[in-house]
């Protein structure tokens, strides 16, 4: 961090002769010591947008202080991504309010675990990998789904990283270029820092609401079925539904998912690998970057807050990605009907049941608060649109095949239902064996092309059948 620099202000007084604009206030409380909001000048209060509450002004002011110290350091980052940042903003989101889980509620998620897994060996083939419901706080469901972030958000942070870069070299004077000496390291730990605050703002708000290691589709913990002990009391808050109904109720829709996910291994890393690929291909509009860059006012510290604030960095789709979502989300759907309708049948004993299905069909179809601020980071919204549409397809299935018949359509990725499947349920079992008889027809013609079976036709044949040949003079 750089030293304090000169405060003006010799002996604690004010010193007339060396006036301090408000932003260079805000930049000498960022890079020195200790802070008091009570120093600021009130239009720098604000325009801070803290109306005076010194506690909040100190939040805010704390995590402009550590963005600004990993610009500043030469190793702030090693990717595109300053992950400690994210972290830290993460923790701040979720740490005042993740108490540990009581013996009494960890029972009680041992034997809601238990009693799943006897009811979902009666609704799909798909066997447990013999894992028990781990008990997470938010900190814990942070930590073992890090890794899973990493792999998908750090494509979009490249391509920040390199437009804040281009933009903000762009915005130097001449004059200064030669002073700043290392600036594309400079300006790639500004955008790294930028987007670690970013998504841990979003992954810090995703902590609080989900429910599970599966709760927004993909498998972010691998296939260890996991819970947020807090966010499931959270969600049960308000239903009129006893919490231990809802507890099982949850464990059943994380189970159901991570039974899917072990037993089809191609799933995942075709789940895991669309989002990577939508993520690299991702284009940033440089121009709404380097506007924000040119109208930010040195005389006016509103003018940081606002290019840190939404949507700056939301991504611009391309048709091949607009293609890439729509086969995303019709994945998505595909497992959320499935799990949606295993577990109907599974938790057909459940009083509430239904309601609960309902209320779960509408949370995954609207999102919530911290899931949209995870889209607007990334341009991607892990929301199964067409959730109704296959878990009416997965019930035609099971009613037309039983459960083994309906769970072998996962065998294999190209038997895959498609978006046709969804509207027409009914003319699924037809269109495969359609599909089949043409494939057969193929194989067999190819075999006998193999063999040579189209070289030995009867040239007598062929000769009666040219229409060019002259007429037999004895005929």
Same mark, same amino acid.
């Given at each position: 961090?750089?030293?304090?620099?000169p405060n003006?202000?010799?002996?604690?007084?004010?010193?007339?002769n060396?006036?301090?604009?408000?932003?260079?206030?805000?930049?000498?409380?960022?890079f020195?010591?200790g802070?008091?909001?009570?120093?600021?000048?009130?239009?720098?209060r604000?325009?801070?947008?803290?109306?005076g509450?010194?506690?909040?002004?100190?939040?805010?002011?704390q995590?402009?202080q550590?963005m600004?110290?990993?610009?500043?350091? +030469?190793?702030?980052?090693s @990717?595109?991504?300053?992950w400690?940042?994210?972290?830290?903003?993460a923790?701040?989101?979720y740490?005042?309010?993740?108490? /540990?889980v009581?013996?009494?509620?960890?029972?009680?998620?041992?034997?809601? $675990?238990n009693?799943?897994?006897?009811?979902?060996?009666?609704?799909?083939?798909?066997e447990?990998?013999?894992?028990a419901?781990?008990v997470?706080?938010?900190?814990?469901? !942070?930590?073992?789904?890090?890794?899973?972030?990493?792999?998908?958000?750090? #494509?979009?942070?490249e391509?920040?990283?390199?437009?804040?870069?281009?933009?903000?070299?762009?915005q130097?004077?001449?004059?200064?270029?030669?002073?700043?000496?290392?600036?594309d390291?400079?300006?790639?730990?500004?955008? /790294?820092?930028?987007?670690?605050m970013?998504?841990?703002?979003?992954?810090?708000?995703?902590?609080?609401?989900?429910?599970g @290691?599966?709760?927004i @589709?993909?498998?972010?913990?691998g296939?260890?079925?996991?819970?947020?002990?807090?966010?499931? $009391?959270?969600?049960?808050?308000?239903l009129?539904?006893?919490?231990?109904?809802?507890?099982?109720y949850?464990?059943?829709?994380e189970?159901?998912?991570?039974?899917?996910?072990?037993?089809?291994?191609w799933?995942?890393?075709?789940?895991?690998?669309?989002?990577e690929? !939508?993520?690299?291909?991702?284009?940033?509009?440089?121009s709404?970057?380097?506007?924000?860059?040119?109208?930010i006012?040195?005389? +006016?510290?509103?003018?940081?807050q606002?290019?840190?604030?939404?949507?700056?960095?939301?991504?611009?789709?391309? #048709?091949?990605?607009?293609?890439a979502?729509?086969?995303?989300?019709?994945?998505?759907?595909?497992i959320?009907g499935?799990?949606d309708?295993?577990?109907?049948?599974?938790?057909? +004993?459940l009083?509430f049941?239904?309601?609960?299905?309902?209320?779960?069909?509408r949370?995954?179809a609207?999102?919530?608060p911290?899931?949209?601020?995870?889209?607007?980071?990334?341009?991607?919204?892990?929301?199964?649109?067409?959730?109704r549409?296959?878990?009416?397809?997965?019930e035609h299935? !099971?009613d037309?095949?039983?459960?083994?018949?309906?769970d072998?359509?996962?065998?294999?990725?190209?038997l895959?239902?498609?978006?046709?499947?969804?509207?027409?349920?009914?003319?699924?079992?037809?269109?495969?064996?359609?599909?089949a008889?043409e494939?057969?027809?193929?194989?067999?013609?190819?075999?006998?092309?193999?063999?040579?079976?189209?070289? +030995?036709?009867?040239?007598?044949s062929?000769?009666?059948?040219?229409?060019?040949?002259?007429?037999?003079?004895?005929?």
């Amino acid at each position: 961090m750089a030293q304090n620099p000169p405060n003006n202000r010799p002996n604690g007084d004010d010193d007339e002769n060396n006036p301090q604009d408000p932003f260079s206030a805000m930049f000498g409380q960022l890079f020195g010591g200790g802070f008091d909001p009570n120093d600021l000048p009130p239009q720098l209060r604000d325009a801070l947008g803290t109306q005076g509450d010194p506690a909040a002004m100190q939040k805010m002011i704390q995590q402009a202080q550590a963005m600004m110290s990993a610009m500043m350091s +030469n190793n702030a980052s090693s @990717g595109p991504v300053n992950w400690k940042l994210a972290s830290d903003t993460a923790l701040q989101a979720y740490a005042s309010d993740d108490p /540990a889980v009581s013996d009494a509620r960890n029972s009680a998620i041992s034997d809601a $675990s238990n009693l799943s897994g006897l009811w979902l060996d009666n609704a799909t083939v798909f066997e447990s990998n013999g894992h028990a419901t781990e008990v997470w706080t938010r900190k814990r469901w !942070y930590d073992k789904t890090l890794a899973t972030w990493k792999q998908v958000t750090e #494509p979009v942070a490249e391509s920040v990283a390199k437009a804040i870069t281009t933009a903000m070299k762009d915005q130097i004077p001449e004059e200064m270029k030669g002073m700043l000496g290392n600036a594309d390291g400079m300006f790639r730990n500004l955008g /790294a820092s930028m987007f670690g605050m970013q998504l841990g703002t979003a992954l810090g708000g995703l902590a609080t609401d989900v429910l599970g @290691g599966t709760d927004i @589709g993909l498998p972010l913990a691998g296939t260890t079925p996991g819970i947020i002990a807090t966010n499931v $009391s959270k969600f049960g808050d308000g239903l009129e539904i006893p919490q231990q109904e809802v507890l099982l109720y949850v464990i059943l829709r994380e189970n159901a998912h991570t039974r899917l996910f072990n037993r089809v291994p191609w799933l995942s890393s075709k789940l895991i690998g669309a989002v990577e690929s !939508y993520a690299r291909g991702i284009h940033i509009d440089m121009s709404r970057i380097e506007d924000a860059v040119r109208g930010i006012d040195p005389s +006016n510290p509103e003018a940081l807050q606002s290019m840190l604030g939404e949507g700056l960095f939301t991504p611009q789709r391309t #048709p091949a990605q607009e293609k890439a979502l729509e086969n995303l989300e019709l994945t998505l759907a595909l497992i959320e009907g499935w799990v949606d309708h295993v577990v109907s049948l599974a938790a057909q +004993n459940l009083p509430f049941a239904g309601h609960l299905r309902e209320t779960m069909r509408r949370r995954r179809a609207s999102g919530g608060p911290a899931e949209t601020a995870f889209a607007s980071l990334v341009g991607l919204e892990l929301r199964p649109r067409k959730l109704r549409e296959a878990a009416a397809l997965w019930e035609h299935l !099971y009613d037309e095949r039983g459960i083994d018949g309906r769970d072998a359509v996962w065998d294999h990725p190209d038997l895959m239902p498609t978006a046709e499947d969804l509207t027409d349920p009914q003319g699924f079992t037809h269109r495969r064996e359609v599909a089949a008889s043409e494939f057969d027809d193929f194989d067999a013609a190819l075999g006998k092309l193999l063999d040579g079976g189209f070289d +030995n036709v009867d040239s007598d044949s062929e000769d009666d059948d040219d229409p060019g040949k002259p007429e037999d003079p004895k005929s």
